[in-house]
């Protein structure tokens, strides 16, 4: 058989398992493109348990994931704490209340859980690692009822470990897949969360961004991303790039699916100059979205195709009289070439080596050594690679430039911390000030200029993608909007009504297609 004829036979076949395994529960409930308040309904009613979707949702990973490579591995306890969560609401407990409860949320495998999973970010040599208790956020799920049902596939190390590594390829996890396009880039580093919840293999998913790790695969997935601003979800018990602009988020098909998940996460306490009237919601006056013309190069290739359809979702959503937008904005071209990647590294490069050797030293049970190994430090883990090379041949660049750092107090790390950050908040409050904007539109791709989204990263400030439509390669792409420090409510409401815009047109989220 040929490399084609395979190709085609997989694909028929992943089509194939779409609609046979999309029936679940003794009333034969479609859970594709479920949401949370559907599920939860279906629950009240009888029509569906959390144990038969949790069951449904591990039979579509069993079957459909060999070939996409999402789910890095299932929780051997979920099917016990979805029957839980069934008994808790029929004697109906107080924790059945929570809109959560008893529902499947996978998480990128770089959150710790204090289970039965391993916790590895993607990475062969912190197999047998394990935390010592599980990470903030995955006790925040599961004292709200929800159903742990996996992890995903990170890019390892959070797209860390080298530059001549495609995103979605961990050393445990292999190659993740786009279900749209078999052959393109998924985009990551949280590539196995929005593949897995494109394909419908769980309800919702948790990832992480340092940059673009949410919004970059969300808007490959056909997805709502959101990343929050940083500090506003706590990234403690976490397997850390750099906690400088580290953060968790929802990525999910619809964007009251993100809100209840926002809610659920959230953490106010954990750093103080998150605002405290952040989950207060925001008032339903008419928002002002401003256009910064300088990310819409229509001399980029990457998204000139795309440009069309962009402009077209803005069109309708400025019909639709729900937003204003102001257009022809100009950023400070000389302050946007002044927030360089190059500082961007110094910064990952330090941070990196710092919170890893310190999440190896404080967080962890050692157990490697049933492995016949001993990790305590990234030059061990350095070291591990040497010893255990890919099949893939991939190196480690940015571990070894990881390592090479001398320390938090050198100068030139510190220098790039403080410019990138003070230039990009100076940037966007330039724009959203002057332009009286409490939003900006971006696309979510470019090549030859930095993104909207690596702006917002640098100044710690919130995003979230929204999907538009599809590209000539049948990969879906999205509209980025970015916001001030704790406007994530304000951008999930702009997003909402983005979403509303686009709902029963040609654009906005379309489903899997699982071609080559």
């Known amino acids: ?168 390829w961990s050393g445990r996890g292999g190659q993740t897949l786009s279900p749209y396009n078999l052959t393109s880039n998924p985009s990551g580093s949280s590539t196995g969360s929005a593949v897995a919840i494109s394909s419908n293999l769980g309800l919702v998913a948790l990832g992480t961004e340092t940059d673009g790790s949410i919004i970059a695969p969300c808007s490959k997935g056909a997805l709502v991303g959101l990343k929050p601003t940083i500090g506003t979800v706590s990234t403690r018990g976490v397997i850390p790039l750099a906690f400088s602009q580290d953060v968790v988020g929802p990525m ?19 750093q103080p100059d998150v605002h405290p009237n952040i989950i207060k919601g925001v008032d339903r006056r008419k928002f002002n979205v401003g256009v910064v013309r300088n990310f819409w190069d229509k001399k980029d290739e990457t998204i000139a195709p795309m440009i069309p359809q ?117 940037l966007l409050s330039e724009v959203m000030d002057m332009n009286r904007v409490d939003a900006i539109a971006a696309p979510c791709a470019s090549k030859d200029s930095r993104e909207l989204y690596s702006i917002g990263a640098a100044a710690g400030y919130p995003s979230i993608t929204v999907p538009v439509g599809v590209d000539e390669s049948h990969m879906p792409f999205g509209i980025c909007f970015l916001g001030r420090q704790n406007s994530d409510f304000l951008l999930l409401e702009i997003a909402r009504v983005m979403e509303a815009v686009l709902s029963g047109t040609n654009e906005g989220r379309v489903t899997p297609q699982f071609k080559w």
Request: aromatic letters at 4%; glycine letters at 4%.
């Open 1 to 168: 058989m040929s490399s084609k004829d395979l190709k085609d036979v997989v694909s028929k076949k992943l089509v194939e398992l779409d609609e046979l395994l999309s029936r679940c529960g003794s009333k034969e409930v479609d859970i594709r493109e479920i949401t949370i308040t559907e599920a939860q309904k279906l629950f009240r009613s009888g029509s569906l348990t959390s144990s038969q979707l949790t069951q449904c949702y591990l039979k579509r990973i069993e079957m459909m994931d060999p070939h996409l490579k999402s789910v890095i591995e299932v929780n051997p306890d979920a099917v016990q704490i979805a029957e839980q969560a069934d008994k808790d609401r029929f004697l109906g407990k107080p924790i059945s209340l929570s809109p959560i409860h008893g529902i499947p949320i996978l998480i990128k495998d770089n959150m710790g859980t204090f289970d039965r999973m391993e916790t590895t970010a993607g990475a062969v040599a912190m197999e047998r690692l394990r935390p010592k208790s599980d990470a903030d956020v995955v006790k925040k799920l599961r004292a709200a009822g929800a159903v742990i049902l996996g992890k995903t596939n990170p890019s390892e190390w959070a797209y860390f470990r080298s530059d001549d590594i495609p995103s979605g």
């Open 252 to 270: 999910t098909r619809s964007v009251s699916d993100a809100v209840i998940l926002m809610k659920a996460i959230m953490n106010l306490d954990f």
């Open 310 to 426: 962009l402009e077209s979702s803005l069109a309708k959503l400025s019909e639709s009289g729900m937003l204003s937008i102001v257009d022809n904005i100009q950023a400070n071209p000389k302050i946007l070439a002044d927030i360089t990647a190059d500082n961007e590294m110094i910064v990952l490069r330090h941070e990196f080596k710092y919170s890893l050797n310190k999440y190896i030293r404080r967080d962890v049970v050692h157990l490697e050594n049933e492995l016949q190994r001993k990790i305590s430090s990234l030059a061990d883990i350095i070291k591990f690679n040497i010893e255990h090379p890919t099949p893939e041949g991939y190196n480690q660049t940015h571990l070894i430039g990881a390592e090479a750092t001398d320390g938090l107090q050198n100068t030139t790390y510190q220098n790039a911390r403080d410019t990138n950050r003070k230039l990009s908040r100076k």
